[in-house]
């Protein structure tokens, strides 16, 4: 048996793949690359001509959408919330927030910060893009305020491991402070799941 290839950079949106790979305890051959790999692997173009990270490839195709990824990891396990559940369009919603209103914006932040040259980076743009970010994430502060542990169908799913990785890049771009109270303690608990701690620990094996 083949087994499902996951490009990764170390704490890349493709984080969040390797978290449900090993909350889902499925295996993957792990490829880790150095970010960007735009700039310095060039022969992952042969893989994805996006140059972008995840990509996932499996029984010869390929997907390069980290939240579609979780999707296929989670279908089958308690991490995937099914149509007959309450909040199975919670579930969805969260899983779209993720990346159009919570990633972007912290995504801006990381160009200006670390991937353009100094001269070229943004201080304006960087505080911009943080008040943005911290607007849209009350709505994890507000999801968590009726007491609940995790975010939607009284369990762990695929929803917190994509909105977990996007409040936890947030903490590694000093963006902390803009997160409320219960987020923050909702986002220790993700932090110290073995699943979380595992994924780290694969990411700076040499």
Excluded at 173 to 180: H, I, N, P, Q, R
Aim: aromatic share 10%; charged share 30%.
């Amino acid at each position: 048996m083949t087994l499902p290839i996951l490009y990764h950079c170390a704490d890349a949106r493709s984080l969040r793949c390797l978290w449900a790979v090993e909350e889902a305890g499925i295996e993957v051959d792990l490829r880790l690359l150095k970010f960007p790999p735009r700039a310095f692997e060039p022969d992952y173009r042969a893989v994805n001509p996006l140059m972008t990270v995840p990509g996932w490839v499996e029984d010869g195709r390929l997907m390069t959408e980290s939240v579609a990824i979780c999707e296929r990891i989670a279908e089958g396990t308690p991490l995937e919330v099914r149509r007959s559940e309450a909040d199975y369009w919670d579930w969805r919603n969260w899983l779209h927030r993720s990346d159009a209103t919570l990633t972007f914006p912290l995504a801006i932040m990381i160009r200006y910060t670390r991937v353009e040259v100094p001269e070229r980076r943004l201080a304006q743009a960087v505080d911009d893009y943080k008040a943005f970010f911290a607007g849209r994430a009350k709505s994890i502060e507000a999801a968590l305020a009726d007491g609940r542990e995790w975010l939607v169908a009284g369990r762990f799913t695929i929803a917190d491991i994509v909105i977990g990785y996007a409040a936890f890049l947030a903490t590694t771009l000093g963006a902390e402070d803009v997160l409320g109270e219960k987020t923050t303690d909702w986002l220790a608990r993700c932090m110290a799941r073995d699943g979380f701690v595992r994924a780290r620990g694969r990411q700076t094996a040499t």
